[in-house]
């Protein structure tokens, strides 16, 4: 079964903060993805990975950096944290190749005080 | 620009009855289509998908219907029970892109 662990489900963290969201996948996957939701807006693309050390921007990545050094983990860095950046945040992986199912962590609730 | 739109912000179903969500996407070139289930505190859960080769595809309650001339799917749940009480999200990959897109997500209800 695939296991997608996010580090935290809860953070709190202040503006200007320099935040990491890390999360691991058990599943040998090449794809890692970090997304944002928020209400009325679905899920949003912030940067994907498909190899270690590459990465490639999504929809969203102001303010927002990315760290893969392991095939495993895959990072989210928001380097200055604001207001704006509270939201619930969601890793997934896969495996390359054409329609390969993305399998999704619990979710990180960031709140950006 | 929302190339994948979920017009239904909510849907309330009686238990036992058929929930059909559905879903447009504006880009031609989406050859595949997923629906995903959320509950709160949870992370989405892949339930079933499409190829564009197809028009239809079943898995027990679910069926997944493609209508490539009108640029739309729908999922239908039949019957409806009350742990399908989620939000749902559909999401659409091109050939050869690794980057799913997604809707804003339908919250169901199912009502006993």
């Known amino acids: 079964d695939v296991k997608v662990t996010q580090s935290s489900r809860y953070l709190v963290k202040r503006t200007g903060e320099k935040v990491f969201l890390e999360c691991v996948q058990d599943?040998?996957?090449?794809?890692m993805f970090w997304y944002r939701q928020d209400p009325g807006l679905g899920l949003r693309l912030i940067y994907f990975s498909y190899d270690v050390k590459m990465k490639e921007k999504g929809d969203i990545p102001e303010g927002y950096s990315v760290s893969r050094e392991k095939k495993e983990r895959f990072s989210l860095i928001l380097e200055s944290a604001s207001t704006n950046q509270t939201s619930m945040y969601l890793c997934?992986?896969?495996?390359?190749?054409?329609?390969?199912?993305?399998?999704f962590g619990d979710g990180t609730r960031l709140s950006i005080l | 620009d929302q190339q994948v739109k979920q017009n239904s912000p909510s849907l309330s179903v009686q238990e036992g009855r058929i929930s059909i969500l559905n879903c447009d996407y504006t880009n031609s070139m989406f050859d595949y289509f997923l629906w995903y289930k959320k509950y709160p505190a949870e992370g989405p859960t892949f339930l079933i998908s499409i190829s564009s080769i197809k028009d239809k595809n079943e898995d027990g309650r679910f069926t997944v219907f493609l209508n490539k001339s009108a640029k739309h799917l729908s999922l239908h749940i039949v019957p409806s029970q009350p742990g399908d009480s989620a939000v749902y999200f559909c999401a659409a990959i091109r050939q050869g892109a690794q980057k799913l897109v997604f809707g804003q997500g339908t919250r169901l209800t199912i009502n006993p």
């Open positions: 997934a992986s896969s495996f390359s190749g054409a329609n390969q199912p993305q399998h």
């Open positions: 599943m040998d996957h090449e794809n």
